[in-house]
């Protein structure tokens, strides 16, 4: 990843129709500058980028120190003591804004907190989402991205190999969620890419399950969700597996939904629309009568954010491209009784889609 | 907490000045309404408050059973599917509101990308900080809040009373906070409170490093900072030690630390100045010649969210009241060498500051 390069083609597409950009703490702020700052919550950290200058960095005096991960020449940086208003020095930043087109670029994740605070200084601009300009080139993975996209599908592969080693019966979800964290960092992960799923018995049957303290025992469907960070790129995997007994009628249920994957995965290429690949999955799960309980889209594009564009929902005409990287993650869910999703991260290449993620996909009994 | 009643406050205050509320989750909607979904990233979630009728909520399906979470009667409640666009839902609820004051609250936490999208829905009206509204009552703890609040330091002072007895050289900063955010949650935490923290030898001068691989080792001084939740409340706790010996200086450079957690611990009290309680442990550290190296403000305001109103700033005013919590966590971070942080939650009385957390605050040598 090169931010000086890729900030460069932001203003190239700014020139025309934008008279800067506001970004604040998240994955625009490390494709575009390098720095990628944690949890600064409260305080405000902010780039400033403008389409006929240098950008300015306002940052907090705790994180000083991250002003070395960015390669970025700005104009200004103004650092910010807890005793300081960091408003001020924003303010300052806009007033170099370049005014013609009063049209402003605004990080996507930004808190309303800080707009709210600044709406009045912007009082003439009206407001783009920086993401739906980012997005058009970071949707578009470069061959660098997708060797770190397919080491972070390594790690989240080692990590469920290794998962299988254990002794999973009697352990607890949160501890289980915690030991694959564990293992994810072992294996090179700076850190996961999402809360980490563990839901067992009948907590797999809701697909936004957080771990408990059940324990694993015995006929027990299990869904592990989880991802690996590598140098700012995610992975995002699910594997489902039995616990000694597989459940009445699971087996059936697991080979519609594996099914589901592989088919969808086999109409994967560059120029069909993201809709078709949820049509052919979720036409596998209808046919089979479980259209009610494939509650959600099948799959989500996948980057340096666990979940960007293309999203893969039944409405969506969007052509997917060359290069593009998303999840398929079709499911069933029977209430009261257990979940089964299997989810694979693909990346499109011109003529077929490729799984990063390689991870055992038959129904594993433990 | 009874979201009924928290609602019914904020509509008390909302008729006068303000023609509706719009929540995204996070803890003013877990206060108002008892929502608490997680991680619902980029799926509209959202409550439409207003002050003469019954509020509406939008919900994604996959998060649809959290709706028995909640007390309250809502007027209308849109579950919106994956293939279908909740905005449509939201532009219907907007024009429900009062429409006399154009005055709205607005969620702090909501994310620019809804408030973009949205904008021209609400055209006609300013926004507020719904914050700056409950704030106002939440800022002062109720006696079953503090109840909440002092289970959280209990189960921050268990964990560290397990931690001391554990062997700590040679464990990595990750492995042991993983181990923390374990044992937080086997003593009743339902999670952590925000990232746990092990910064152990020179990492420990950064206020905001970050778990690495870095092994623990002889000579090492370590900070651990974390908190548990609980009843979804929050607390906050940092403590500082040796492994088996101290670096030079250490001790003194702790004792000075300890005595300005304890010296402005005992100026707190109904009526003082938030800034008096930073500038009486910034004056011991000062005295002391470690001006330089005492980063950031003394403490901050805790509850549903760790961080919260009101902040222990060099310039806050603000008056301390009956009620209030807030951490006092005064370090001094000596550069490539080891920094000393201790941090206690404190509960504002009517003549004095009550310690919530209750660990060891002696300068320990594992």
Same mark, same amino acid.
């Given at each position: 990843?090169?931010?000086?390069?890729?900030?460069?083609?932001?203003?190239?597409?700014?020139?025309?129709?934008?008279?800067?950009?506001?970004?604040?703490?998240?994955?625009?702020?490390?494709?575009?500058?390098?720095?990628?700052?944690?949890? !600064?919550?409260?305080? %405000?950290?902010? !780039?400033?980028?403008?389409?006929?200058?240098?950008?300015?960095?306002?940052?907090?005096? %705790?994180?000083?120190?991250?002003?070395?991960?960015?390669?970025?020449?700005?104009?200004?940086?103004?650092?910010?003591?807890?005793?300081?208003?960091?408003?001020?020095?924003?303010?300052?930043?806009?007033?170099?804004?370049?005014?013609?087109?009063?049209?402003?670029?605004?990080?996507?994740?930004?808190?309303?907190?800080?707009?709210?605070?600044?709406?009045?200084?912007?009082?003439?601009?009206?407001?783009?989402?920086?993401?739906?300009?980012?997005?058009?080139?970071?949707?578009?993975?470069?061959?660098?991205?997708?060797?770190?996209?397919?080491?972070?599908?390594?790690?989240?592969?080692?990590?469920?190999?290794?998962?299988?080693?254990?002794?999973?019966? &009697?352990?607890?979800?949160?501890?289980?969620?915690?030991?694959?964290?564990?293992?994810?960092?072992?294996?090179?992960?700076?850190?996961?890419?999402?809360?980490?799923?563990?839901?067992? &018995?009948?907590?797999?049957?809701?697909?936004?399950?957080?771990?408990?303290?059940?324990?694993?025992? /015995?006929?027990?469907?299990?869904?592990?969700?989880?991802?690996?960070?590598?140098?700012?790129?995610?992975?995002?995997?699910?594997?489902?597996?039995?616990?000694?007994?597989?459940?009445?009628?699971?087996?059936?249920?697991?080979?519609?939904?594996?099914?589901?994957?592989?088919?969808?995965?086999?109409?994967?290429?560059?120029?069909?629309?993201?809709?078709?690949?949820?049509?052919?999955?979720?036409? !596998?799960?209808?046919?089979?009568?479980?259209?009610?309980?494939?509650?959600?889209?099948?799959?989500?594009?996948?980057?340096?954010?666990?979940?960007? /564009?293309?999203?893969?929902?039944?409405?969506?005409?969007?052509?997917?491209?060359? &290069?593009?990287?998303?999840?398929?993650?079709?499911?069933?869910? %029977?209430?009261?009784?257990?979940?089964?999703?299997?989810?694979?991260?693909?990346?499109?290449?011109?003529?077929? &889609?490729?799984?990063?993620?390689?991870?055992?996909?038959?129904?594993?009994?433990?």
């Amino acid at each position: 990843m090169d931010p000086k390069n890729n900030l460069k083609r932001l203003i190239s597409q700014m020139d025309d129709s934008y008279d800067g950009a506001l970004i604040t703490p998240g994955s625009n702020l490390y494709y575009l500058t390098g720095l990628n700052p944690k949890n !600064v919550l409260e305080r %405000l950290f902010s !780039v400033i980028v403008y389409p006929d200058k240098k950008p300015v960095l306002i940052i907090p005096k %705790l994180y000083e120190d991250y002003i070395e991960q960015s390669s970025i020449d700005f104009e200004n940086i103004y650092v910010w003591g807890d005793d300081q208003d960091p408003y001020k020095y924003l303010e300052k930043a806009l007033k170099d804004l370049k005014g013609c087109n009063k049209n402003l670029l605004i990080e996507d994740s930004m808190s309303a907190d800080v707009l709210m605070k600044i709406k009045d200084l912007l009082g003439k601009y009206s407001w783009s989402s920086l993401n739906s300009e980012t997005s058009r080139f970071r949707k578009i993975k470069s061959k660098e991205e997708v060797r770190h996209m397919k080491k972070a599908a390594e790690i989240a592969d080692h990590t469920f190999e290794a998962l299988l080693e254990e002794q999973l019966i &009697g352990k607890t979800e949160i501890e289980l969620a915690s030991h694959i964290d564990l293992l994810l960092k072992e294996f090179g992960a700076s850190d996961t890419s999402f809360e980490t799923m563990v839901a067992s &018995g009948p907590n797999s049957a809701n697909p936004h399950h957080f771990p408990s303290k059940r324990r694993l025992k /015995e006929k027990d469907i299990v869904i592990f969700d989880y991802g690996a960070k590598y140098k700012g790129y995610c992975s995002d995997i699910s594997r489902t597996v039995a616990i000694k007994k597989a459940p009445e009628g699971s087996k059936k249920v697991y080979d519609i939904v594996k099914s589901a994957l592989s088919k969808s995965k086999e109409i994967v290429k560059a120029g069909i629309e993201a809709r078709h690949i949820d049509k052919q999955a979720r036409d !596998v799960i209808v046919d089979e009568g479980f259209g009610e309980n494939f509650k959600h889209r099948v799959g989500h594009g996948i980057g340096l954010d666990a979940h960007e /564009e293309p999203y893969l929902t039944g409405e969506n005409r969007e052509k997917i491209k060359k &290069g593009m990287t998303f999840t398929i993650e079709p499911g069933i869910y %029977l209430k009261g009784r257990y979940g089964i999703r299997i989810e694979d991260d693909i990346y499109t290449m011109e003529k077929e &889609g490729k799984s990063l993620t390689k991870s055992d996909r038959e129904f594993i009994c433990l």
